[in-house]
């Protein structure tokens, strides 16, 4: 060996056995390493950590949903708040999954498909239910028909009813449906056909609605054994040819919020009965910026709406994400500000606080903490913690 790579493999020994406080000479007597240097502390075996009681208003839940290894997605809990520890846990979520979380029951929810031979063989969709505060799985549902759909996850693909008694999973064979569970009984109890109209908004106490091919939107209100008591529609609203709405949604009160392409807001009471349009408000004009990301809407508990925005942005353009979110006051109709990122970004997300913080995923796919007091950036969260977290959900303490 030359003498390069002997010193190498002395300066590798060195660091290993700094770690166990010895020290170590490179054969002229020189000690590379203090022997003082402070012995590890013995890893005490099968010791876990418990978040309960620890969540707090400003932490998340980021879904990763890891496009290199899809079987390998996974939901994070981060801690956005003061910074100490970003990672609190994970739990798995596999091959474009879906997520929800149950604030009355302290239960998260991941709709998931796995195949016996990982890759290939026998498919399984299922719905795991988690423990929140333990992290661990407490039960699963068998979705029997495998029907589940698979697509890039977005919110409405698993929702809960208002009254959070309902799991509501959107099915795709390419026929659309959704899945109903009830969560009392954690039984599937309806597949429900929803006739060219996809995902599920919750709409009521105990119902959803979904968007209609034909710029509709459809409402299904639920029995309490989770059958379509009735199932109503709007007038055609959503201009799917020339400004149709992103999919991506926030509700505030009882109103539901979708951006168009083209820079409206769309918003629609979903109450029992049949969904209420309210007449759209064209707030990006006489600008070049037009919405654009994944997760690109989101709001607060004040009644704001975030909308992330594209300058100059092209047809295609809608998925590329932007370097500005723009806050507004939909009651209003005005643009309270504007909040200026420090790089392009696909994904936000506000925290339920009274003093509210917003986490962003950037173009290189690290976590971004932005103080929305002073609208400024305030740190990210790398490194190799998260591969592709497109989905980002506030911690919900109560409804």
């Given amino acids: 060996m030359k003498r390069s790579g002997q010193r190498l493999l002395c300066a590798a020994i060195a660091l290993t056995l700094a770690a166990c406080g010895q020290s170590q000479s490179d054969g002229d007597g020189s000690a590379l390493v203090a022997a003082d240097a402070p012995p590890l502390e013995n890893e005490q075996i099968g010791k876990s950590e418990s978040l309960e009681g620890k969540y707090e208003d400003d932490w998340f839940f980021a879904h990763d949903v890891n496009f290199n290894t899809l079987v390998l997605g996974k939901v994070m809990v981060i801690d956005a708040g003061d910074g100490t520890l970003n990672y609190r846990g994970a739990i798995d979520a596999a091959q474009m999954a879906t997520f929800n979380q149950s604030s009355k029951r302290k239960e998260l929810y991941v709709a998931e498909t796995y195949y016996e031979r990982g890759t290939r063989g026998k498919r399984t969709d299922v719905m795991t239910i988690w423990d929140r505060e333990t992290l661990k799985p407490k039960g699963e549902v068998i979705l029997p028909n495998n029907n589940r759909a698979q697509n890039v996850t977005q919110k409405a693909g698993l929702s809960l009813t208002a009254n959070q008694k309902f799991a509501l999973i959107y099915t795709f064979t390419p026929a659309t449906g959704v899945a109903v569970i009830d969560l009392d009984s954690r039984k599937l109890v309806n597949e ?19 968007l209609c091919g034909d710029g509709k939107m459809a409402s299904f209100a639920l029995s309490d054994s989770g059958q379509v008591a009735e199932r109503t529609e709007s007038a055609a609203f959503n201009d799917i040819d020339n400004n149709p709405l992103f999919t991506m949604s926030t509700t505030v009160g009882d109103v539901t919020y979708f951006p168009t392409f083209e820079g409206y807001l769309q918003g629609v009471q979903l109450g029992d009965g049949a969904p209420k349009p309210q007449e759209a408000w064209h707030f990006a ?27 100059g942005a092209k047809p295609g353009d809608h998925k ?17 500000r504007k909040i200026k990122l420090e790089g392009e970004s696909i994904s936000i ?13 950037n173009g290189s796919m690290e976590l971004e903490v932005y103080d929305l007091a002073s609208d400024k950036k305030v740190r990210s969260i790398g490194g190799f913690m998260a591969a592709m977290p497109m989905v980002l959900h506030a911690f919900e303490s109560g409804r």
């Fill in 192 to 210: 429900i056909d929803t006739g060219g109209c996809i995902l599920a908004y919750p709409a009521g106490d105990q119902g959803f609605a979904s």
């Fill in 285 to 311: 004009d006489g600008t070049d910026r037009k919405p654009s990301g994944w997760q690109m809407i989101t709001g607060d508990a004040q009644g704001r709406v975030y909308v992330l925005m594209r300058a």
């Fill in 320 to 336: 590329y994400g932007g370097d500005e979110v723009w806050v507004l006051d939909p009651k209003a109709r005005k643009v309270v």
């Fill in 349 to 361: 997300e506000v925290s339920h606080a009274a003093k509210p913080i917003m986490l962003v995923t």
